[in-house]
Structure formats: C-alpha cells, structure tokens
C-alpha cells in the first residue's frame, strides 16, 4: 500500500495525474501504444488478508480473468511485502511493468486514481523500506489518509476496492483490445485466479 504524496509517485514532467475511472483507459491505451502486450507484466501489489490492500491482487485476478498474460499478484499468489523482491526477481528483465497498489489519500480524492509514467513506493504509508517499481504506476485512492493506516485499511469498504479494482482491469482490458461481453461476464463472476 502506498501513501498519496507526490514526492513518492513522480512522472516524468515531476508529477503524477490524478485522474477518475474514465481516464485510466487512456492511461492504459498509450502504454499499448508503445509496447506490445508479451512485453508488458502487471505487477499487483498488496494482501488478501486486508480490505482496503486488496485492491492489487483483486486486479491481478481480474486482469488474469480478461487473458493477459503476464500478471504477478492475484488473490490466490499475492505480491505483498514479504514478497514483493522474489516477485520482481521472477519478472523478465526486458518487459515493462505497470505497478498497481492502493493507497490513502485526501478525502476529496477517495476513489480517484493517480497515475505516473514512472514508479511507485510500495508500503511506506506503514513503515516498510521496499524498492521503487514499475516503469508506470497506477495507485487507487481507497481510503483517507489518517494517523493509523493499518486500521485504516482494514476499515475500508471492500465493496469500494473490488468496484476500483474491477475498473483498473477493465480499463486495461479495453485499451489492450481483451474486453468483451464474455469476459465481462467472467470477471463478474470473480473467478479469483
């Protein structure tokens, strides 16, 4: 989990975007633009074992369900703390990785997403020291910021995350050319890979 501050996601102009769900297909549409999909790995970064942390693996599974082929972190394989550096050893070191983790923010920007073209911190809102990831970063506001962000995230509606999370994949799938009707239906059905 991530902290919403804009000195821990940067993008190359020295800010992330702030954006609500009907700009991450833009997002995910120019990163298309550059690579192709063999190239890119998804890595989904968070726990099963806390709501509002979820929202990484809840996308890793519905990126899975929608057919993209390289997704590290799902509800069955989390990426989270403990593993995040044999995660990152396990990625090709040719491909392009899209980090996705939730993060506490300011109330007005719950539910909105922040998105950068390069990476983000993952666990230091809870006093974890991980490295930076990703080439690109998408963090998802789920929760405000506050004095005790474990509490924090186990608080935080999961209803909320699966909605966000459910969004992100959808948002990539579409911009990938991998939504359909079927896979919606798929996805509907959490089929938690």
């Known amino acids: 989990m991530t902290i919403q501050d804009p000195h821990l996601i940067r993008g190359k102009s020295g800010s992330c975007k702030r954006i609500e769900a009907d700009g991450l297909?833009?997002?995910?549409?120019d990163i298309r633009s550059r690579y192709s999909l063999d190239q890119i790995t998804f890595l989904c970064i968070g726990t099963d074992r806390s709501t509002g942390d979820a929202l990484g693996p809840l996308t890793g599974s519905g990126l899975r369900a929608y057919g993209f082929p390289n997704v590290v972190g799902t509800m069955s394989a989390p990426c989270d703390a403990s593993s995040l550096e044999a995660c990152l050893a396990g990625i090709p070191e040719d491909h392009i990785v899209v980090a996705v983790d939730a993060c506490l923010?300011?109330?007005?920007?719950?539910?909105s997403y922040l998105v950068s073209d390069e990476p983000l911190f993952p666990a230091q809102s809870v006093g974890h020291a991980l490295p930076a990831v990703g080439h690109y970063s998408v963090a998802a506001v789920v929760?405000?910021?506050?004095p005790k962000p474990y509490s924090?995230?186990?608080m935080t509606s999961l209803y909320h995350v699966m909605g966000m999370a459910g969004q992100i994949a959808l948002s990539a799938a579409d911009a990938f050319g991998l939504h359909s009707q079927v896979q919606d239906a798929r996805f509907n059905g959490w089929p938690l890979a």
């Open 105 to 111: 923010g300011q109330p007005q920007s719950v539910g």
């Open 25 to 29: 297909r833009d997002f995910f549409a």
């Open 143 to 146: 929760n405000v910021k506050g």
């Open 152 to 154: 924090t995230l186990q």
